[in-house]
């Protein structure tokens, strides 16, 4: 193990030896509860705990016996790719009562546990809260009863309990992420895609109705990421008269020649008056109103259900560690805390601040301040809002203010799923903030031939659905055509420039602000939206389309590993693709449960490939008999992925046989996921507008003259904002030879990856450890802050 820095807070500090950790599953379910559960599980052995199921939720607590079970580390094998719960999950009425309370404080005394995980609602976590709160109680009560020692009340003092957010409505305030919204995005999106093509064909109106009692997530995310035509959400209500401003936009979407309409009704949406507004009614409107042929249909509990999508898998397996941390570090003064998600950090919060800010919300609703709720929901749910409402209401043509601004779009680089969506959103708001959209085919190398075309509203539509990239893409960079490329900015006026693409796109435009002192027609505002599947662009932390890809692999490694199941005694090498950047192998491995990832970042040589193999082999002798190895593509010239299949086939011979398997480009294609549709969406809007206030603030005598650093902008996320940042400025960050960022923040995660698979290792927990505080934001920091 390295030298460890100074300055820096590592785990092994924290004993769990002596302590023991319960974990349950409350509510309901949620897909990615049982990779929190895993994550728990493991994190709790490898600290020397001991682990307890507690199946049932607080049913099981209550009723004790053969509910509370001390787990082993292969009992939570095989559980990652599994949807809903596999400890189960049970509402309880007994454990609202103090009695129930008692039954269950005895039950968990008996087996020395006062450390409590609990994935749930905020019911659930509620519930939790006034366990702790009222444990000392609990336990002098069952001492005078005889139920316990006297010694145990001193022993087991004091009750810890950390949340984690499991819910698919994403309506725990604190949180911009609970676990299993993104798998139930999925769900929608992938029905939404079907009706879709179907819709298409004999011009229908389809209405489809998403979970959401109290909170409108999921339907204002799936509108976003699918451009429906109107959707319904309880913090929003619609305009009195909205019945006959929606049948005006559906009309005028068919008169343009728009073969269906697609409108999205959260379960609990309502007007402004508070009164229900059903998926029924809204058909009996258009078929009334319009004449138009509409079906209704119901998600229902389909949302729910299947697999964990990457994103949920990541965020669970990282929240169940942060919460085993939490717990080691807990004193009896810590407040009960939930782990929670902000931007791309684990951070936790005091519980009841959480559930108090979640109650608020309902508050708001019911005393109609809608505009309160909305901001109570926090950044996230308000930033979707406000591009939602950009996007959807198209200006009638006699009414956008015309600044005359010619704004280009294009793609360089490889294609990666969600390009498309950040075009349509760059196009209709330029138009909306009254800019002339032009199309740049097939890069800067369509650029040099005057492949440029004006871009209009309809010509955008259904396009945030599609992959790859529809207006062509070519690594070529500009450089060798730049006097061409100045040519054609000067004949068809383009005054602004967003390029969407990866590392390419960030060299293009660096080579763009270099020629400035040659080329006048370079002096104009250009920002760059990173999309690539390797994200490897430096200044941002995400990328458009990584998350597509990573979905793509994990999806296969999880049937190569029931492919295995059958065989037994298997180990399948993987290789991903990512260039040098580890990125896809390392987060595919974690979401996935491989054993080793290997990667250009982190050097290895052929000792850690023989640590590797005997790992294995000790595995094999448990009842986990299959393994799983995913290899970058750039890891190591010499180390080949075929060298280390022989490798692992040489030295694991009369132990298990080995497979391998190339990936290839079915990473870069297939339809966009929900993430890379909705981050692509909403970077793209914040990108035209800071384009426009770019145009405003350089135009002088009748022409834009944009040559300072900072009219040359990447607009990347960096740990909880988005933030605009000169390309000149990140030249530093960048490594120019291997095309990666010098710095990478999910490296940190790599020790979770190892930990999870069982190898002893150093895990920096300096980011971790601080009790934050619930923030109530500003209109201001929305319009500035964060995704």
């Known amino acids: 193990m390295a030298d460890q820095p100074a300055d820096k807070k590592f785990f092994e500090n924290l004993s769990g030896a002596g302590k023991a950790i319960g974990v349950l599953t409350s509510g309901g379910d949620a897909q990615g509860m049982n990779a929190a559960v895993r994550a728990v599980v493991r994190m709790g052995i ?61 039950n968990l005394i008996q087996r ?15 519930g939790a809260n006034l366990f702790r709160e009222e444990w000392s109680g609990l336990l002098e009560e069952l001492a005078q009863n005889g139920q316990i020692e006297e010694e145990a009340v001193k022993k087991y003092a004091y009750l810890n309990i950390v949340g984690m957010v499991g819910s698919i409505d994403n309506d725990f305030c604190g949180t911009d992420m609970t676990i299993g919204t993104d798998s139930a995005l999925h769900r929608i999106i992938e029905v939404v895609d079907a009706i879709m093509t179907t819709a298409q064909s004999h011009q229908r109106t389809f209405v489809l109705e998403v979970m ?18 109107w959707v319904f959400i ?28 697609i409108i999205i009704v959260a379960e609990g949406a309502i007007d402004c008056h508070n009164k229900p507004i059903t998926s029924e009614q809204v058909k009996n409107l258009v078929v009334q109103q319009l004449g138009f042929d509409t079906r209704v249909t119901i998600l229902g509990h389909v949302q729910r259900g299947g697999t964990p999508s990457a994103f949920d898998r990541i965020l669970a397996s990282r929240m169940g560690v942060e919460a085993v941390l939490a717990l080691l570090e807990a004193t009896p003064d810590t407040p009960a805390c939930v782990v929670s998600l902000s ?15 979640t109650q608020e919300v309902q508050k708001a609703m019911d005393e109609r301040k809608f505009c309160e709720a909305v901001r109570l929901r926090g950044r996230s749910f308000e930033n979707n809002l406000n591009t939602y409402k950009l996007l959807s209401h198209r200006r009638p043509d006699a009414e956008p203010p015309k600044t005359n601004f010619n704004v280009a779009v294009l793609n360089v680089g490889a294609p990666a799923a969600g390009m498309n969506a950040a075009v349509r959103s760059a196009v209709r708001v330029g138009i909306t903030e009254g800019h002339n959209m032009f199309a740049v085919i097939d890069g800067f190398e369509g650029f040099a031939r005057g492949q440029i075309k004006e871009i209009k509203w309809g010509d955008v539509g259904g396009w945030t659905g599609q992959g790859g990239s529809l207006l062509g893409t070519k690594r070529t960079l500009p450089a060798k055509y730049l006097e ?146 995913l290899r970058n593509e750039n890891s190591n010239e010499n180390y080949t992925t075929d060298f280390i299949y022989q490798l692992y086939s040489e030295e694991g011979k009369g132990v298990f046989d080995c497979r391998k398997n190339v990936l290839g480009h079915m990473q870069q294609g297939g339809a966009p996921s929900p993430f890379d549709r909705n981050f692509g969406t909403k970077i793209s809007a914040k990108a035209v507008q800071w384009i426009s206030k770019k145009l405003r603030e350089t135009y002088r005598k009748g022409k834009v003259f944009a040559n300072t650093d900072d009219s040359v902008c990447l607009l990347g996320m960096r740990r909880r904002n988005l933030v605009f940042q000169p390309v000149v400025e990140l030249k530093d960050q960048a490594d120019f030879e291997h095309r990666i960022p010098k710095e990478q923040w999910w490296l940190k995660l790599r020790p979770l990856m190892k930990i999870l698979a069982k190898y002893k290792t150093s895990y920096d927990v300096s980011d971790s450890g601080r009790l934050e505080h619930v923030a109530r934001h500003s209109p201001k920091e929305v ?3 964060a995704i």
């Open 46 to 106: 490898y600290v020397e705990a001991k682990v307890y199921f507690i199946y049932e939720g607080y049913q099981g607590m209550v009723d004790g016996g053969d509910n509370i079970v001390e787990v082993s580390w292969e009992s939570v094998s095989s559980i990652l790719q599994v949807g809903g719960t596999v400890i189960g999950s049970a509402r309880c009425k007994a454990f609202r009562t103090r009695e129930g309370r008692l039954k269950a404080a005895c």
């Open 112 to 126: 020395g546990i006062t450390n409590l995980c609990v994935i749930g609602g905020d019911g659930s976590l509620t």
């Open 212 to 229: 959401g009692r109290h909170c409108g997530y999921l339907a204002l995310v799936s509108a976003l990421a699918c451009g429906s035509d």
């Open 234 to 261: 309880p913090e929003y209500p619609p305009e009195e008269g909205w019945e006959e401003q929606m049948c005006v936009k559906l009309s005028e979407n068919r008169a343009r020649k728009k073969r269906l309409n």
């Open 343 to 357: 931007g791309n950090q684990a951070v936790r919060l005091p519980l009841m601040e959480c559930v108090q800010m």
């Open 484 to 629: 061409k490329i100045a040519d054609q900015m000067r004949a068809n006026n383009i005054n602004a420039l967003m390029v969407i693409g990866g590392f390419e796109a960030y060299e293009s435009c660096l080579q763009l602000a270099e020629a400035r002192a040659r080329f006048e027609e370079f002096c104009i505002p250009v920002c760059v939206l990173p999309a690539t599947i390797s994200n490897n662009v430096p200044g941002t932390d995400f990328s458009i389309g990584a998350d597509t890809s990573l979905n793509a692999i994990v999806e296969t490694c999880d049937r190569i590993k029931q492919s295995a199941s059958g065989t037994k005694r298997r180990v399948f090498i993987i290789e991903t693709m990512g260039g040098y950047c580890g990125y896809l192998a390392n987060m595919g491995a974690l979401a996935a449960g491989a054993d080793a990832a290997y990667i250009f970042e982190e050097k290895f040589d052929i000792r850690e490939l023989q640590a590797n193999v005997e790992h294995l082999t000790e595995k094999m002798k448990t009842s986990i008999q299959r393994g799983l190895v």
């Open 783 to 785: 319009e500035t802050g």
